[in-house]
């Protein structure tokens, strides 16, 4: 069982930056690939971010190639997404999941555990 925890979200204006942070625990989380994805008011579920579980790999939506970037640090467990040049378009609940594979994943149906959400609002 892995228990994830995301941090990090708020209010910013257009074109600001935020970090988001999944921290983990219950398990040594650098045995899961880990995901960001998101939810905005009215819309479906949306990948965001992958990363491997050994952080050599990592794969983004289109909408957030060249502005979002994810990382890990083995030693604290935990996941980050580096959200920069942000728009009003990126409002939404940021989740952070994970699963138990070498590969991350775009699919939300690949993800085993979920965190409960930040959210994330960028106004105009």
């Known amino acids: 069982q892995v228990r994830l925890v995301e941090s990090g979200g708020g209010l910013v204006q257009a074109g600001g930056s935020l970090r988001l942070a999944c921290a983990a625990s219950g398990r040594t989380f650098s045995n899961y690939a880990a995901g960001w994805f998101r939810r905005a008011p009215g819309k479906e579920r949306e990948f965001v971010a992958a990363?491997?579980?050994?952080?050599?790999?990592?794969n983004y939506a289109d909408s957030v190639k060249g502005r979002f970037a994810i990382s890990r640090d083995k030693a604290k467990n935990t996941v980050y997404l580096q959200m920069n040049s942000l728009k009003p378009e990126d409002t939404a609940v940021y989740y952070c999941?994970?699963?138990?594979?070498?590969?991350?994943?775009?699919?939300?149906?690949?993800?085993?555990?979920w965190g409960q959400g930040t959210q994330v609002t960028v106004s105009s």
């Open positions: 990363i491997s579980r050994s952080g050599d790999r990592t």
């Open positions: 999941a994970a699963r138990a594979a070498y590969s991350s994943g775009t699919l939300f149906t690949e993800y085993n555990y």
